[in-house]
């Protein structure tokens, strides 16, 4: 595990993978919470899709 945590291309490609995680558990926290505020319990379509995209 040590040489491939010191190899520069996978340590890029990790703390990529971590940013697109972040990014969707923020957005999805984003969309839950327009979600619980509206009536219809719906989030607005640029939120549905920031999440949607962030999950791809």
Avoid at 7 to 13: D, L, P, R, S
């Amino acid at each position: 595990m040590d040489v491939i945590l010191n190899q520069t291309a996978a340590m890029i490609a990790i703390s990529c993978a971590g940013v697109f995680f972040m990014t969707g558990l923020l957005t999805g926290a984003w969309k839950f919470s327009c979600m619980m505020k509206s009536k219809e319990f719906v989030a607005p379509y640029y939120v549905d899709i920031a999440h949607r995209s962030a999950l791809l």
